[in-house]
């Protein structure tokens, strides 16, 4: 099992747990569990903008340096796209950033179906970068989809 942790809010969390199925949203924070409870592992979400990026930088940070909570293992970090252009150079510079310091670095396009429907299953099959996205924490976490 593993929680969507979003950045900042708006990231995606909710879409991409309803998209994929698998995992728990969190919301933008740590999660609060018993200190001596057991290694929860995390997926961090943010927004492919500088400010999005900047939040992710941020939030890893805390991690790293144990200023999050001990109990928490990031397993990687989803950048959703911030529009359908080509990102700026500071967003992919921090994404390059965060590979160095995250075990996973997703990547999840610009899908402007989202905007028309209240909830993004309305869409049908999930687009293509968001199955392999769930097929690839799939393998990571060896867990069911639920």
Same mark, same amino acid.
């Given at each position: ?72 293992? &990031?397993?990687?970090? #989803? ?7 080509? !990102? *700026?150079?500071? =967003?992919?510079?921090?994404? $390059? ?15 402007? &179906?989202?905007?028309? #429907? ?7 099959? !999930? *687009?293509?970068? =968001?199955?392999?996205?769930? $097929? ?11």
């Amino acid at each position: 099992m593993f929680w969507w942790v979003g950045c900042h809010g708006g990231a995606g969390i909710s879409t991409l747990n309803r998209l994929t199925g698998i995992g728990y949203a969190y919301g933008p924070y740590w999660p609060a569990f018993p200190p001596n409870s057991r290694i929860w592992d995390v997926i961090l979400v943010c927004r492919g903008t500088a400010a999005g990026l900047w939040a992710a930088t941020g939030a890893v940070d805390q991690w790293r340096n144990r200023s999050a909570p001990t109990h928490v293992r &990031v397993q990687g970090i #989803v950048v959703v796209a911030g529009s359908e252009k080509r !990102p *700026p150079k500071i =967003v992919t510079e921090r994404i $390059q950033l965060l590979k160095g310091w995250v075990p996973n670095v997703w990547q999840v396009g610009w899908q402007e &179906v989202f905007l028309s #429907v209240d909830d993004p299953i309305d869409i049908g099959s !999930p *687009p293509p970068d =968001v199955a392999a996205l769930r $097929q690839s924490i799939i393998e990571l976490f060896q867990v069911p989809a639920r």
